[in-house]
Nanobody, 125 residues
Framework: QVQLVESGGGFVQTGGSLRLSCSPS????????MGWFRQAPGKEREFVAA????????YYADSVKDRFTISRDNAKNTVYLQMDSLKPEDSAIYYC??????????????????WGQGTQVTVSS
C-alpha cells in the first residue's frame, strides 16, 4: 500500500510563507492526480488545491487562489504546496492525497484513495 509522506508544516506569522512537500513511499508511484486538503478544528476537511499528473492542470479553492501554488519535481516525484500571504484562517492540518485513476472529481476528498498523515500549519495573527 502506497503511503504519502508530507513535510514542511510549522508556525508562521500572518503574511508569511510555508512550503509543504508530499512524496509517495514508493518512488515509482505516480497517481492520476495529486491534491491538498486541510481541516481546521471543528470544521470539515476542505479542498485546497490539486493537479492532474499528466499535464499538471491546476485547480484551486477560491479561498487560496493567487496565494497558494501547487507544483512538482518530477525527478524527486514530489508535489509541493507553496503557501504565501498566509492568514490565520489558513491554520489547519494539511493533507496530501492522490488518485490512482480518475475518480470523478478533483475537489472532493472521496475521490482520493491515498492519503498522507497530515502536517500542522499554524498562522498567528
Amino acid at each position: 500500500q502506497v503511503q504519502l509522506v508530507e513535510s514542511g508544516g510549522g508556525f508562521v506569522q500572518t503574511g508569511g510563507s510555508l512550503r509543504l512537500s508530499c512524496s509517495p513511499s514508493e518512488r515509482t508511484f505516480t497517481g492520476y492526480a495529486m491534491g491538498w486538503f486541510r481541516q481546521a478544528p471543528g470544521k470539515e476537511r476542505e479542498f485546497v488545491a490539486a493537479a492532474r499528473w499528466y499535464d499538471f492542470r491546476e485547480y484551486y479553492a477560491d479561498s487560496v487562489k493567487d496565494r497558494f501554488t501547487i507544483s512538482r519535481d518530477n525527478a524527486k516525484n514530489t508535489v509541493y504546496l507553496q503557501m504565501d500571504s498566509l492568514k490565520p484562517e489558513d491554520s489547519a492540518i494539511y493533507y496530501c492525497a492522490a488518485q490512482s485513476e480518475y475518480r470523478g472529481s478533483y475537489h472532493y476528498d472521496f475521490a482520493y484513495n491515498y492519503w498522507g498523515q497530515g502536517t500542522q500549519v499554524t498562522v498567528s495573527s
